[in-house]
């Protein structure tokens, strides 16, 4: 099948485009390379692909409406996964037109491409970030999002919204995927198992924000991956006689999922984690809550279970064990 996959060169990117090769599917992988992280581990990832013969690296950025639109018409892809976006919650109160332009107008280009061509089905990056204010736990697809707490969470509610208007009005088939915080081998460096992994091994302190009081639904990298592969293929169908009662499907081809652990670990056992995958003691600087942030994230992922017949299973030791020994080799 032909696939077009954005964020190719990113963390979650690079795994979906190399398992799609890996299944012999015919695979467009698209990024702009951007310098948010260093670029140098994009490349990196981008070389772990280059055996495959069935991957192809487009440079292009998702703003380019016409560069994308003549993307979609040239290939025809059948499939399309969106993972090309600006993340981070924080650096969203730096830069936030970074956002608008990848993650809004980004979207747009995706949902246009898709609309002229007859993409069969769009999954896309959505986040847990979403959730917002919401205190109700384990966070639900069916619960109502209306109350993000940063521009990044925004502007992932806004793509669900706007992959909604297309499925209605063009009946195109779209996924939205929430993600649970990512970590394993080829992460990234502005995420906290990276950067708390670099200062235990070299001695230096770690910030320790809420003085260590947040919990978090981690997600392995692999899980997140067997989530996407076996979604993709989990096409949605609008529900007939559909009262509006429920966010997360709707009368059109649209569905919304969680992809977390279903497990929130507390902040002070995600560092023992590391700690220990680092055979050392972490330097703490507790400091307040950040500005953006959320003090827990607690997938509900019934809906998976029951509709996708997966969960997630890694444990968080398991995950950064994995991480660190892939850090030592590759950043050291
Ligand atoms: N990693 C996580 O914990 C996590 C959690 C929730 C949601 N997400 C979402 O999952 C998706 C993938 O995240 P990731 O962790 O792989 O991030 P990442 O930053 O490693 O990958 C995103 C890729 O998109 C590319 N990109 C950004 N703007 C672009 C543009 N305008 N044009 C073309 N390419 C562009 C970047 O260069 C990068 O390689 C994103 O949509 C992110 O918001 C990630």
Not at 77 to 83: A, D, E, G, M, T
Not at 225 to 243: K, T
Not at 265 to 293: H, R, W
């Amino acid at each position: 099948m032909k696939y077009l996959v954005t964020g190719a060169a990113g963390f979650i990117g690079f795994y979906v485009s190399r398992k799609l090769c890996e299944l012999g599917h015919d695979v467009t992988g698209l990024d702009n390379l951007n310098d948010y992280y260093d670029p140098r581990l994009k490349h990196a990832r981008l070389e772990q692909l280059e055996p495959y013969d069935n991957f192809r690296f487009v440079k292009m950025d998702l703003a380019d409406r016409e560069g994308i639109a003549d993307l979609f018409k040239t290939n025809q892809f059948q499939r399309v996964i969106h993972l090309g976006a600006q993340a981070g919650v924080r650096y969203s109160l730096e830069n936030p037109m970074a956002y608008i332009d990848s993650n809004l107008v980004g979207m747009g280009t995706i949902l246009e491409g898709c609309r002229h061509n007859g993409v069969e089905h769009l999954v896309y990056a959505s986040s847990s970030s979403v959730y917002g204010m919401n205190s109700k736990m384990p966070y639900s697809t069916q619960d109502a999002v209306d109350h993000p707490v940063s521009l990044y969470a925004a502007t992932k509610k806004s793509n669900e919204l706007m992959a909604h208007s297309y499925s209605h009005l063009y009946n195109i088939p779209t996924t939205g995927l929430r993600f649970f915080t990512v970590n394993g081998p080829w992460g990234r460096p502005d995420m906290a198992a990276w950067k708390f992994t670099k200062a235990i091994m070299e001695g230096t302190p770690i910030n320790v924000f809420n003085n260590g009081e947040l919990q978090r639904d981690f997600t392995d990298i692999e899980d997140i991956l067997e989530g996407i592969i076996r979604i993709q293929d989990v096409i949605p169908a609008g529900v007939q006689d559909f009262r509006n009662d429920d966010p997360s499907r709707s009368s059109a081809p649209y569905r919304v999922y969680n992809i977390g652990n279903n497990q929130p670990v507390k902040l002070m056992d995600f560092i023992k984690a590391i700690e220990s995958a680092c055979g050392k003691e972490a330097i703490k600087n507790y400091l307040p809550m950040q500005a953006g942030d959320v003090y827990a994230t607690y997938a509900e992922v019934d809906d998976l279970i029951k509709e996708v017949n997966f969960k997630p299973v890694t444990s968080i030791e398991e995950t950064m064990k994995r991480f660190s020994e892939w850090y030592k080799l590759w950043c050291y």
